[in-house]
């Protein structure tokens, strides 16, 4: 262990937890933090190129077809990059947490194993719609994207349901300590797969939406009113914008869920010290010596929302057990998690029904350049969202890996310098994120040097090669 980590490791880690534990959680958290953000591209951005493609089929819509196009290609880019992590996450599983493995991959191993074929299923048709781009008629073309879409909510459905698993755990049979008997179903299909799940792919569709319309808000507060860059806003907003309304509803449904089967947790995102009857909800604030300091308290409002009665009785960290109370420091980033998530949330509703309304009354965009702004921020505000919704997951878990069966401190390995292997992910991550930027840069580029180009060249038609054997200069895109 590093001399500074000697020195505040008592302040981070209690004395009795492997020295191990904290470079493990913080290498996993890095991780994980930074492949989520990938995850939505893979599921919800190639649903918006489908519409783009769609409407540029039915209507003969040359803009369409273009967004269509480019979007394919940092699809492709952004899937390319998500493997990369991907697989870095499935081989720290086995090296940081080898006790999770051998004890619980007979159950833990079977949502990855569905994901697997996902993938798999996923970068097929991802190379044959990208491939097919002027080499084939225009709606099969299209049906080919289709697999992309649903391989991508199949995976992303599939790793939710390992992670709900871990938090509901169920389907197995355990007997010193081993799995010896597993029902599959039961495993992916946990008790809280459902909402978990439902609440991840919306999310994902947010997260692409806000980011891709913001891109384009960008673009008209620069002065592009163009109608590519008004079409490229449009799609992905509405797409957001129903979405968002959905997700406030699921949230609902999975925080009451939480209430039910996850006491620990539901006390952990409200920062509830004692059980109790009329709890007040509290916006805000910070949790500390078993105690919540400052902050916004709506009386009665904890209870309400639970059980739609301010007699509900919640569950307090004080029902915890000792031994695997969470401690405060943990309290506190749950409960600011849930709050970030909740606060975001609300605002990127507001943000819908702004664009809703103006929509009914005029078909068109709101014409304040205040709401161009506020598009262009809802994009990242959308990742912190997602970003703290994740924290609110897995913190509130702890200090278990699998609720009830394996302690965190149990599941983590006990030998190497972890330091190191964090530090040598640090690096590839770096490499691969900086990568990333510049190709998508090298894109763009690109795009901005057709300027000159026809303006919506039509996609679908004969290939370079039989255009190079017709004598004929290949066809170029439009300008953007």
Not at 418 to 435: C, D, K, M, P, S
């Amino acid at each position: 262990m590093p001399a500074w980590m000697a020195t505040l490791g008592p302040l981070l880690l209690p004395a009795d937890d492997p020295a191990q534990l904290l470079p493990a959680r913080e290498q996993m958290a890095f991780t994980l933090g930074f492949h989520i953000i990938l995850v939505p591209f893979g599921v919800a951005f190639t649903f918006l190129m489908l519409i783009a493609n769609a409407r540029g089929i039915r209507r003969n819509d040359e803009t369409a077809l273009l967004l269509a196009r480019r979007w394919s290609q940092v699809a492709a880019v952004l899937f390319a990059v998500g493997a990369v992590s991907g697989t870095v996450l499935s081989f720290e599983l086995g090296l940081l947490w080898p006790r999770l493995m051998g004890a619980y991959g007979a159950a833990f191993g079977i949502p990855f194993a569905v994901e697997g074929l996902f993938f798999f299923l996923e970068a097929i048709f991802v190379a044959i719609y990208i491939y097919g781009w002027r080499r084939m008629r225009p709606w099969p073309h299209f049906w080919t994207g289709v697999p992309v879409v649903l391989s991508g909510i199949g995976g992303t459905a599939s790793v939710v349901a390992a992670n709900s698993w871990m938090n509901r755990p169920g389907g197995f049979t355990v007997r010193e300590g081993r799995i010896v008997q597993v029902d599959p179903l039961a495993v992916i299909f946990n008790g809280a797969f459902w909402y978990e799940s439902v609440h991840m792919l919306l999310a994902a569709y947010m997260v692409a939406g806000f980011i891709i319309a913001g891109v384009y808000g960008v673009g008209m507060l620069r002065g592009r009113r163009d109608r590519y860059h008004r079409l490229g806003l449009l799609i992905p907003l509405t797409v957001a914008a129903v979405a968002t309304p959905l997700q406030i509803v699921v949230g609902d449904v999975a925080a009451r869920e939480v209430y039910r089967n996850e006491p620990a947790k539901f006390a952990a995102i409200e920062a509830v010290p004692r059980t109790g009857t009329h709890v007040p909800e509290v916006l805000g604030g910070y949790y500390a010596d078993g105690e919540v300091h400052a902050g916004i308290r709506i009386p009665n409002g904890a209870s309400l929302l639970s059980g739609y009665s301010p007699s509900t009785r919640i569950r307090g960290l004080d029902a915890v057990p000792a031994d695997v109370r969470p401690p405060d420091r943990l309290v506190a980033i749950v409960h600011l998690g849930f709050d970030v998530m909740v606060g975001i949330g609300s605002a990127l509703l507001a943000l819908s029904a702004w664009y809703a309304l103006a929509w009914w009354r005029r078909r068109d965009l709101p014409r304040s350049r205040w709401f161009l702004r506020a598009t262009a921020v809802s994009g990242p505000l959308a990742v912190v969202a997602l970003e703290a919704g994740w924290v609110v997951t897995e913190v509130g878990r702890q200090p278990w890996t699998v609720v009830g069966h394996l302690l965190t401190r149990d599941a983590v390995a006990t030998n190497g310098n972890l330091w190191l292997f964090f530090a040598a992910t640090l690096l590839l991550y770096a490499a691969v994120g900086a990568a990333t930027i510049y190709v998508l840069r090298l894109i763009r580029a690109r795009w901005r040097d057709q300027g000159g180009a026809r303006e919506g060249e039509v996609p679908y038609g004969p290939s370079r090669a039989r255009e190079a054997a017709a004598g004929e200069a290949p066809a170029v895109e439009g300008r953007s």
